[in-house]
């Protein structure tokens, strides 16, 4: 999900134009630009599974992917098994996992891009836990 700033005109205007509180701000955008109505997304679960990685209280699923480039090569790593795998190796916290490529003290957080399973764009890891 991402984030626009509009000035409070805006807002106001937007929140006339929705008919009832079920209507989203989005919807009531969608409709201005002639898009129509979004797709419904099917509602996430909750629940982890023995396959997903939670680290910090967030959960990557299985089959998350993360990337770091470093000194000019890309390293990639997965969800598999409740872990992060780099190179075969499972890591519980990201940063062991970015310092075992660094060989010094990293914020794994900030070294970590990640894409969710079903997703197309990589987002740092660290803006998850906003």
Not at 11 to 19: A, G, H, P
Not at 34 to 55: E, F, R, Y
Not at 70 to 96: F, I, Q
């Amino acid at each position: 999900m991402h984030t626009i700033e509009v000035d409070f005109d805006v807002y106001k205007e937007l929140t006339v134009r929705r008919e009832t509180e079920e209507v989203t701000y989005n919807a009531v955008i969608r409709d201005l630009l002639g898009l129509g109505k979004a797709k419904p997304i099917p509602p996430k679960s909750n629940d982890a599974s023995p396959q997903d990685w939670v680290v910090k209280g967030i959960r990557f699923p299985a089959g998350a992917e993360f990337r770091a480039t470093y000194k000019g090569k890309v390293h990639t790593a997965r969800v598999e098994g409740g872990a992060m795998v780099l190179n075969g190796k499972r890591y519980d916290s990201p940063s062991p996992a970015a310092m075992s490529l660094t060989a010094s003290q990293v914020n794994g957080w900030r070294f970590w891009e990640c894409r969710l399973p079903g997703k197309s764009t990589w987002q740092l890891m660290e803006s998850l836990r906003r």
